[in-house]
């Protein structure tokens, strides 16, 4: 089992910034991927950005794309999401999910992670 939290949610002005943080804990070795994914009031849960823990590629959401940066801190078990230039529109409760196994699913899907945090809230003010 793999247990996440989030933290570094907030309220902030258009154009703020804010770090979210995702400590993970129990069977963490060789962990395959993580990911933050985000749910807004009345909509479905979307992907945000992913990293693949062996070789570090990341992958972004286009909306978010030169805005948001995701990182690891792998002697910490601990996943980032760097969020600048921030607009109302991204506005949502944002989750922290993991990956143990290599799996057909894309790095965007949420199929692919087994483990979820229970999210932290981010609200940008207009």
């Known amino acids: 089992q793999v247990q996440l939290v989030e933290s570094g949610g907030g309220l902030v002005q258009t154009g703020g910034s804010l770090r979210l943080s995702c400590a993970a804990s129990g069977r963490t070795f060789g962990t395959n991927s993580m990911g933050w994914f985000r749910q807004a009031p009345g909509k479905e849960r979307e992907f945000v950005a992913a990293?693949?823990?062996?070789?570090?590629?990341?992958y972004y959401q286009d909306s978010v794309k030169g805005r948001f940066t995701i990182s690891r801190d792998n002697a910490k078990n601990t996943l980032f999401l760097q969020m600048n230039s921030l607009k109302p529109e991204d506005t949502a409760d944002y989750y922290c999910?993991?990956?143990?196994?290599?799996?057909?699913?894309?790095?965007?899907?949420?199929?692919?992670?087994?483990?979820w945090g229970r999210g932290t809230q981010v609200t940008v003010s207009s």
């Open positions: 999910a993991a990956s143990l196994f290599e799996s057909l699913a894309p790095m965007t899907s949420a199929g692919r992670y087994d483990y």
């Open positions: 990293i693949r823990w062996r070789d570090g590629n990341v």
